[in-house]
Nanobody
Framework: QVHLQESGPGLVKPSQTVSLTCTVS??????????WSWIRQSPGKGLEWMGA???????YYSPSLKSRTFISRDVSENQITLRLTSVTPEDTAVYYC?????????????WGQGTRVTVSS
């Protein structure tokens, strides 16, 4: 069974860059034909798909976040990384890593437990 575990700094200041890591166990991030997405949920709001990287390393981003979002992977460590630049308090959310057979939605076959990011000075 695939297990996803997110990790991150917890608290970041406005204008900084936040980096989050999703460590995957029980399966390879290069396994065809999976997509690994980052999805977030801000307080009082619904789920928002941010972007994804697929089994071959191709990346896909939400148009609204494309200019600030970068997703990469470390195959040797079986990890997916999200970098979000120029954060504001509106980026305060719980960030989830998911595995699915497509990208762009807020479903997912497998989910991590989420990591909370608070943007505050």
């Amino acid at each position: 069974q695939v297990h996803l575990q997110e990790s991150g700094p917890g608290l970041v200041k406005p204008s900084q860059t936040v980096s989050l890591t999703c460590t995957v166990s029980g399966g390879s991030i290069t396994a065809t034909y999976y997509y690994w997405s980052w999805i977030r949920q801000s307080p009082g709001k619904g789920l928002e798909w941010m972007g994804a990287i697929n089994y071959s390393g191709s990346t896909y981003y939400s148009p609204s976040l494309k200019s600030r979002t970068f997703i990469s992977r470390d195959v040797s460590e079986n990890q997916i990384t999200l970098r979000l630049t120029s954060v504001t308090p509106e980026d305060t959310a719980v960030y989830y890593c998911t595995r699915d057979l497509d990208y762009g939605g807020t479903g997912g076959i497998s989910w991590g437990q989420g990591t909370r990011v608070t943007v505050s000075s």
